[in-house]
């Protein structure tokens, strides 16, 4: 096989039937767990790779306090209950009985399950691809938690008390930073002392790989062309988001930094920022470190500017009526994604595709509309009948026929690609070559 990427994907893809590795088939059947544990959440999704449709979704809110809900989404309908207040192991055996329930579940008993994958915010530089959990890879994560204090120790508890339940089975852990490991030096370097990389590892990591990754596959399919040949720009807008920079089928720049503070303006994070604020309000405002962080994360971004909302569609009502703050707040959000597809252009010498996705990216016409603003030279035209009438709920072209950039909307599906990555994991032969040619080897 001659140099160039490798793909992970499923025993169907060596038979040429799936040439971008998105359908889940293995040469024998697994049920699949996906788990997504947050301070206070668990979202969690199951796939069976013999049958499509007995895929299931569900999310557990307020865990550990009042007003505990479930809601569940499977083949036989949706379901939604409160549940006792209780933490996340109350939670993860919920989540089983909810899977195993007569009326809506997927599975007869727990012990049908025969992969669970986790989803792990940060990797560092060690973990670069999904990886087999073990004790001493859980001793090996523990030690990234300074990387990322708020979501990794949570995330590491919740794989420890669900090996517990699942305690035969193998579980995975896929890492939001892995995607982003191909950033050349010159791209993830800060102009800090050298030092501060070799000895503290800063630098910039950048996160939702798997979202990113999992839409330059689908954009990739859409167009009918290889990977390996495109420069795309994904732009993943949610409450949190992020740009990412595509290269020929790898991560060659993203916006998420150090930390998901860095970048794009976000729901309640502020993005890009002059550390030298933050030295100004430690002098005149006595600002602690705790308090900086809650400045940071969550009271600036939208919430912030707006002073109405984090939420981009009560930001964008209040725009539409009058609120100078929200329209200031909508255009600097806008202004910011637009800034760094330009910067993005010029990073790749090209550009074949913009791919909006995740929450804001699909589901607001305004936000895509002012992003690509003016960026007509680069090649982008947007057809207003398209972006109008494209819902987020399929792939979507919203580009014009003439327009020598495609734009897509492309559904984000993370937890299918957890589950790709697991299968990918556990069994080596699902490595094949794309070639640089678009012919598989």
């Known amino acids: 096989m001659e140099a160039g990427n490798f793909v992970k994907t499923s025993a169907a893809l060596q038979q040429g039937n799936d040439p971008y590795g998105l359908e889940l088939k293995s040469e024998c059947p697994e049920k699949i767990l996906v788990i997504n544990v947050g301070s206070s959440s ?106 990322a204090p708020l979501h990794n120790p949570v995330i590491i508890a919740g794989i420890r008390e669900m090996r517990q339940l699942f305690p035969a089975v193998p579980h995975v852990g896929v890492f939001d930073t892995a995607f982003h490991h191909t950033l050349p030096a010159y791209a993830f370097l800060y102009g800090l002392p050298y030092e501060l990389y070799e000895k503290k590892a800063v630098r910039r990591y950048g996160f939702h790989g798997t979202s990113h990754n999992y839409v330059a596959l689908r954009a990739a399919e859409f167009l009918k062309r290889n990977p390996n040949e495109l420069h795309l720009i994904s732009c993943h807008l949610g409450n949190g988001a992020s740009i990412c920079a595509i290269s020929h089928g790898r991560s060659v720049d993203t916006t998420m930094g150090f930390t998901p503070l860095e970048g794009l303006i976000m729901g309640t994070r502020c993005g890009d920022l002059d550390p030298g604020v933050l030295v100004f309000l430690e002098r005149e405002e006595k600002l602690t470190a705790s308090k900086s962080e809650e400045l940071l994360n969550k009271k600036s971004g939208l919430l912030g500017l707006s002073g109405v909302s984090s939420d981009m569609r009560e930001v964008l009502r209040a725009a539409d009526q009058g609120n100078q703050r929200a329209l200031i707040a909508l255009n600097a959000y806008c202004y910011r994604v637009r800034k760094y597809i330009g910067a993005y252009v010029a990073s790749m010498g090209g550009l074949d595709a913009v791919i909006f996705t995740a929450g804001v990216g699909q589901g607001s016409r305004v936000v895509r509309e002012l992003a690509l603003q003016g960026l007509e030279y680069m090649g982008i035209k ?48 699902y490595t094949i070559h794309i070639a640089n040619n678009g012919t598989l080897s």
């Open 42 to 147: 668990l979202k969690y999704a199951f796939y069976d790779t013999a049958d499509e449709s007995r895929r299931a979704k569900g999310l557990i809110e307020r865990i550990g306090l009042n007003g505990t809900r479930l809601e569940h989404r499977g083949p036989k309908g949706e379901v939604k209950h409160e549940l006792e207040k209780s933490d996340h192991a109350a939670a993860f055996k919920a989540m089983v009985t909810e899977l195993a329930a007569k009326e809506t579940g997927v599975i007869k008993t727990a012990g049908e399950v025969s992969i669970v994958a986790h989803r792990v915010v940060h990797g560092g530089e060690k973990f670069t691809e999904a990886t087999l959990i073990t004790d001493e890879l859980l001793a090996e994560m523990e030690k990234l938690n300074l990387l």
């Open 382 to 429: 947007l057809d207003d009948k398209r972006n109008r009438g494209a819902t987020g709920d399929e792939i979507t072209r919203i580009s014009d026929d003439h327009s020598r950039v495609t734009v897509v909307v492309v559904p984000t599906d993370e937890e299918r690609m957890m589950a790709r990555e697991a299968l990918s994991a556990l069994s080596p032969s």
